[in-house]
């Protein structure tokens, strides 16, 4: 197994339900095999099934953190965009509350192909890239959609060592395909040309 994000030799990890996966000794980040993705049609039938109700205040506070940070660091004279929107975009949602400027993208739900034909000051990616089937190609993307000092903020549940794979909830989800450890990240600052990364919990982000 070749590491979809940074082209490396990958050793066996853990077989689980069927479904294995491989660690990179590189970049550092676990992999799904891509025989076991699920279909197109299944993965989309997923995530009809998240409660993305804007209005719910659980999920609301759930994204705040990226919500915030974004009102820190950009005015509503700055343009966002919201990649990988799914079926309800909370942050949109917020942020156009406070009179920001944000497009919304999703391959499934909003196919705005238009939206990827133009540069951002800051683009939010929230519980997105661990479903990325080919995260290099993504974050190629994802940087490319950046104005010169812009920012990239990503939110996902971060592996590391003191974490049991085989019991740990956020690999259960099927669609769930791609998972992050620190240093992961820092290879992606590195190697996209990114001038920072930051974590915070589990907010990731990137300055450009």
Request: proline content about 4%; charged content about 20%; glycine content about 4%.
């Amino acid at each position: 197994m070749i590491c979809t994000l940074c082209n490396t030799e990958t050793i066996f990890f853990e077989n689980i339900h069927l479904k294995t996966y491989y660690n990179c000794p590189n970049c550092k980040g676990i992999l799904m095999n891509p025989a076991n993705f699920v279909s197109t049609s299944e993965e989309v039938t997923r995530y009809k099934t998240h409660n993305n109700d804007v209005y719910d205040i659980g999920y609301q506070n759930f994204v705040k953190p990226i919500v915030n940070s974004v009102l820190l660091d950009f005015s509503p004279t700055n343009q966002g965009l919201d990649f990988g929107c799914g079926t309800g975009p909370v942050i949109t949602k917020l942020l156009r509350d406070k009179k920001y400027n944000i497009t919304t993208y999703d391959p499934f739900f909003d196919n705005n192909v238009a939206a990827l034909k133009t540069t951002y000051n800051f683009i939010v990616c929230c519980e997105v890239i661990e479903h990325f089937h080919n995260p290099f190609k993504e974050f190629k993307l994802l940087k490319s959609l950046l104005k010169p000092n812009g920012k990239l903020y990503c939110m996902t549940d971060i592996y590391n060592e003191t974490i049991n794979f085989k019991n740990w909830y956020y690999k259960n989800d099927e669609t769930h395909v791609f998972f992050y450890h620190k240093n992961t990240f820092d290879w992606i600052k590195n190697n996209f040309g990114f001038s920072k990364v930051t974590v915070k919990n589990r907010l990731i982000i990137f300055e450009n």
